[in-house]
Nanobody, 119 residues
Framework: QVQLVESGGGWVQPGGSLGLSCAASGSIVTIYAMGWYRQAPGKERELVASITSGGSTNYADSVKGRFTISRDNTKNMYLQMNSLKPEDTAVYYC??????????????WGQGTLVTVSV
């Protein structure tokens, strides 16, 4: 079974930095695009940043210049968040488009990690 596990969430003051990690596990042939989404209280889940298997990135306008998405050659993805604002407070989810061994291509979500930005 393919799983995504996020880590690195927590509390930080405005202007601070925080890094998130996402680790994929299971029998995987290929991981295509990966992305970070977030959902703030009372709001819909939104795309924060995405990265293709080739390394092309896309960012929400609200985080451009402050967040950096990256991935390594194995099964990990990262989100470096700088100059954090209170409006960045949300549960952050890892997402991946995966081709598992002996299964059809599917979309996988992590369980989420809470990021709180406040004084």
């Amino acid at each position: 079974q393919v799983q995504l596990v996020e880590s690195g969430g927590g509390w930080v003051q405005p202007g601070g930095s925080l890094g998130l990690s996402c680790a994929a596990s299971g029998s995987i042939v290929t991981i295509y695009a990966m992305g970070w989404y977030r959902q703030a209280p009372g709001k819909e889940r939104e795309l924060v940043a995405s990265i293709t298997s080739g390394g092309s990135t896309n960012y929400a306008d609200s985080v451009k210049g402050r967040f950096t998405i990256s991935r390594d050659n194995t099964k990990n993805m990262y989100l470096q968040m700088n100059s954090l604002k209170p409006e960045d407070t949300a549960v952050y989810y890892c997402n991946a488009d995966v081709l598992p061994v002996l299964r059809r291509r599917l979309e996988v979500w992590g369980q989420g990690t809470l990021v709180t930005v406040s004084v």
